[in-house]
């Protein structure tokens, strides 16, 4: 009963900027929270950032001062700029939403995954 739609992935070289996108939709009553992780393979998943209801902001040690996070609570989307990308910012990036569905209460979502490929 919730969707999350991603864009915004792609190539690009070291130094360079991306911005991904994640919508919700669907059968919502409340997002608590939102995010983006990556995984590469072989390896676990790992936090890249998160927003709360609240605007606060988390983020992993390796994106500080590189990665912003931010939302339109109107539009139930998420952003991410990814700024001064780097080759082991390389990685399938999902979106996460933490929310509370009208029929099934509180639940976790995922993303299909964008890939994030920083390459020359």
């Known amino acids: 009963q919730v969707q999350l739609v991603e864009s915004g992935g792609g190539l690009v070289q070291p130094g360079g900027s991306l911005r991904l996108s994640c919508t919700a939709s669907?059968?919502?009553?409340?997002?608590?929270?939102m995010g983006w992780y990556r995984q590469a393979p072989g390896k676990q998943r790992e936090l890249v950032a998160t927003?709360?209801?609240?605007?606060?902001?988390n983020y992993g040690d390796s994106v500080k001062g590189r990665f912003t996070i931010s939302r339109d609570n109107a539009k139930n989307t998420v952003y991410l700029q990814m700024n001064s990308l780097k080759p082991e910012d390389t990685d399938v990036y999902y979106c996460?939403?933490?929310?509370?569905?009208?029929?099934?209460?509180?639940?976790?979502?995922w993303g299909q995954g964008t890939q994030v490929t920083v390459s020359s």
């Open positions: 996460n939403a933490d929310l509370v569905t009208y029929y099934s209460g509180r639940l976790g979502s």
């Open positions: 669907g059968s919502i009553v409340s997002i608590l929270a």
């Open positions: 927003i709360a209801r609240d605007g606060s902001t």
